[in-house]
């Protein structure tokens, strides 16, 4: 149980383009999800944290504008690179905790891999 | 400033050995603290949970320590195999409120050699 699929796995494309990742708990209803940025051999780095139904809460330095957060359902949430620069290529990772009890592990996607040319 | 560290970049031991990993952690006053894995191009996997009232926890072949006094949890793999191979992360509950916020090390890549 606790399955959280991620989507795309891999993507390339031009510096410019807007890039939307899903992220959808297959077997349960995720409360709190989780967007993650990983670097080679680097932590990873919170991006942002979101509650279904409402507004996502950005971590200090990453520019809300650039990477919009929708968690419209308890199933599914998105992320979305806006104009995307070289500069935004990472690995990003979404997770999410379910219902229940607090100080519950996170589940997590197998990552996006986004390279922009 | 607040801060996770986890010893070393990299370990590699013998298969059979028992592997030790090192979280330490400074200006936090975690209420639990998690364990994960992490293999290449994947997203982690949750391992174990320790709370602050715990000293120890077992799953197997893994132990986990938690020392709140000296800000420690120590993660270790008895009789390690070449498959424990990958990059494991600690992660804190960094306000104290168990309210799942949390923050992860950058990592120690353990490599098991047959």
């Known amino acids: 149980g606790a399955v959280v699929s991620q989507h795309p796995s891999w993507v390339i494309c031009k510096s410019g383009t807007s890039v939307k990742i899903e992220c959808r708990s297959l077997?349960?209803?995720?409360?709190?999800m989780f967007w993650y940025r990983q670097f080679p051999k680097q932590s990873l780095m919170l991006m942002a944290t979101?509650?279904?139904?409402?507004?996502?809460?950005?971590e200090q330095g990453v520019e809300k504008d650039k990477f919009l957060i929708n968690h419209a359902s308890l199933t599914l949430s998105t992320l979305t690179v806006t104009s995307a620069h070289p500069e935004d290529s990472s690995f990003y990772i979404c997770?999410?905790?379910?219902?229940?009890?607090?100080?519950?592990?996170?589940?997590f996607g197998d990552g996006t891999r986004l390279s922009i040319l | 400033s607040q801060k996770i560290e986890q010893n070393s970049e990299a370990l590699n031991i013998q298969e059979g050995k028992t592997a030790t990993l090192t979280c330490n952690y400074t200006?936090?006053?975690?209420?639990?603290l998690q364990w994960y894995r992490q293999d290449p191009g994947r997203g982690p996997v949750f391992l174990l949970l320790?709370?602050?009232?715990?000293k120890e926890k077992r799953k197997e072949r893994l132990k986990v320590t938690f020392d709140t006094t000296l800000k420690q949890s120590l993660f270790h793999i008895t009789a390690s195999q070449p498959a424990d191979s990958a990059t494991y992360l600690c992660?804190?509950?960094?306000?104290?409120?168990?309210?799942?916020?949390?923050?992860f090390g950058a990592g120690t890549r353990l490599t098991v050699k047959p």
């Open positions: 979101s509650n279904e139904g409402s507004k996502a809460t950005y």
């Open positions: 992660a804190l509950d960094i306000t104290g409120h168990n309210n799942n916020d949390m923050r």
């Open positions: 200006n936090y006053s975690p209420a639990y």
């Open positions: 320790i709370r602050e009232n715990e």
């Open positions: 077997d349960f209803q995720a409360t709190t």
């Open positions: 997770s999410a905790t379910g219902q229940g009890t607090l100080n519950q592990p996170q589940h």
